[in-house]
């Protein structure tokens, strides 16, 4: 039995549900969870009761209500309880609500004002604040604004608008419309003035984080793909290419990291992984994930077609960012298909995504 299965029997015994687990070293999964009353929680699955325990021990002491140890291997943690992040549970005290929390690794609460804050380790957080107030100073670049840091915090303003993941799923979306919003709205990203020292994410760089996600994924999560053959496909693939033009990247852009307003425009969320590469990168990901959302009968594959278009339309790329498009969707399909191994109710869709793509000129 793989870790996930492992760990996923688990949490059945618990009597909660998996929605998402990211493999942390040997031995550990950090854990999305749902109640029967439909509560999300964090966790953590370890494969050693002892570390298990200690875990928890450190826990308690920082929000001993919300810690909990379920058999010997499930560390169960309510309300932002955690022991690296101790702001997380007292923001969430103080009446704030918990948007995200990745155990030990970051979280978001969303504050009575409706300002949110990013908690982190304290030792990221002038790299995080100084890197998301660059980001507000673009022009043409819609972002949250940093109004405050603490001691492993960093506040945030919030953006108007509603979730491009939200609005695809609207059946009275115009979505020619949207696609090209949002196409303009990332062209405006990618033609900011790139800085000297926001860090480099070549294609070398991304062929590394894909073949990390797909090698844990064949490791703990038995994914059923040809890992060989997929990565050799790959490999000759970049070997043929010519590098495109530089440009700051998102890193992580998809349709829930993007906020339309009618009178705003399109804003931007979560610039935490910025870095310098090539613009097909991101623009593949976020074509890659209209395919995605078509796999999982969020949208029709037509939806899906008609959005990434217009997204063409509006964004308007040069012949090395279009011809560039192919290897990085390949890219981003494998990448998801090794991330959504660890997302039993999604990782079919993603699956067969990386296996049978719908956008033609993507492959």
Known sequence: MSTLATAATDVGSAGL???????????RLLLALRDGAGEELAGQWYADPARCRDV???THAVAADDVAVSGERLLLQRHGADRRLPQLCRLVAAGGTLVAHRPERRGVVRRPDGRYTKVVP???VAGLAGTLARAAGWTGVRVPAVTGTGRGTVTLTALPGAPLHDLLADPCADLPALGRAVGEALARLHAVPVPADLPAHD??????VTERWLALAAEHADLPLDLEGALRAVRR?????SPGRRAVLHRDLHDKQLLVDDRHGVGVLDLDLLAVGEPALDLANLLVHLELRARQGRITGLAARTTADAVLAGYAPD???RAALPLHARLARLRLAGVYAFRPGAAAAAYHLSTDPLLEELS
């Not at 549900?17 to 031995?27: F, Q, V």
């Not at 693939?237 to 290419?241: P, S």
């Open 17 to 27: 549900s998996l929605l998402r687990a990211t493999p942390r070293g040997e031995g």
């Open 56 to 58: 928890a021990r450190r």
């Open 122 to 124: 304290a030792d990221r």
């Open 203 to 208: 294609l070398a760089a991304e062929v590394e």
């Open 237 to 241: 693939r970049v070997a043929a290419h």
């Open 319 to 321: 012949a090395a960012t």
